[in-house]
């Protein structure tokens, strides 16, 4: 079954601190891979995505997330998290519909993250 | 212009009210979504458009009824809808319904059902 697990439900992590928030998916085929960002009330804002090639990948805002296939992973790292960072994360996987080439989005179940001053 | 705009930004509405949500958006997309989000949770798809046709319907109760006038706008209408209904709905749109679509979400409309 298609899915993806974002173990961590809230994280806290300290201003100037590093970020790595944990995604795990499950699709037989070639995933594509979403990270998107959510402040409180808002929608949800692209940070990066992953198709094909480097398994390294930069986004916005000063995140980037490794894909590793063996791991079935798709982790979001950020060096040193700013206090605007706090909000929620959610992890995507791209799924076709029907075995063709349209296809949804599933949605982890979000990871809040948290910034102590 | 990269953004997707819904109207109104609030909505409360009674059981037995009509109201109506709207999206648009204006970068060439192709493909339009409606999810649903309760608090603390992933939003949920309810309906996809794809070249103005409904092309998914996640089971959604039929108080619900999207509408897709042409190929830049979104409308959700509403009626007799239930507490429970109370969330915040989301329109994204892509530029085709593909499974490797980068999606744009607008801002939500955060309705309450009294």
């Known amino acids: 079954a298609q899915s993806v697990t974002q173990p961590d439900i809230h994280i806290t992590v300290s201003e100037g601190a590093s970020l790595e928030l944990r995604c795990n998916y499950s699709y037989g085929a070639t995933p594509y891979l979403f990270w998107y960002v959510q402040s409180p009330g808002q929608g949800l804002q692209l940070l990066l995505k992953?198709?094909?090639?480097?398994?390294l990948v930069q986004g916005i805002k000063g995140f980037e997330a490794e894909f590793k296939r063996s791991q079935s992973s798709f982790n979001l790292r950020k060096p040193s998290v700013h206090w605007s960072d706090a909000a929620e994360y959610f992890c995507a996987v791209g799924v076709s519909r029907d075995g063709g080439s349209q296809g949804n989005l599933i949605f982890g179940k979000g990871t809040k993250l948290s910034v102590k001053p | 212009d990269t953004e997707v705009t819904q109207t109104p930004k609030h909505l409360v509405m009674g059981m037995t009210n009509k109201k109506s949500l709207k999206c648009e958006q204006h970068?060439?997309?192709?493909?339009m979504y409606w999810y649903k989000q309760k608090a603390k949770k992933p939003p949920e798809l309810m309906f996809v458009?794809?070249?103005?046709?409904?092309?998914i319907n996640e089971s959604v109760p039929s108080r619900f009824s999207p509408e897709c006038p042409n190929s830049s706008l979104l409308n959700l209408h509403l009626h007799a809808l239930q507490p429970e209904d109370s969330a915040l709905y989301l329109c994204?749109?892509?530029?085709?319904?593909?499974?490797?679509?980068?999606?744009?979400f607008g801002p939500g409309t955060r309705l309450t059902v009294l």
């Open positions: 458009y794809s070249y103005e046709k409904l092309s």
């Open positions: 970068m060439g997309h192709r493909a």
């Open positions: 992953y198709f094909s090639g480097d398994t």
């Open positions: 994204a749109s892509s530029f085709r319904d593909r499974k490797e679509s980068e999606q744009f």
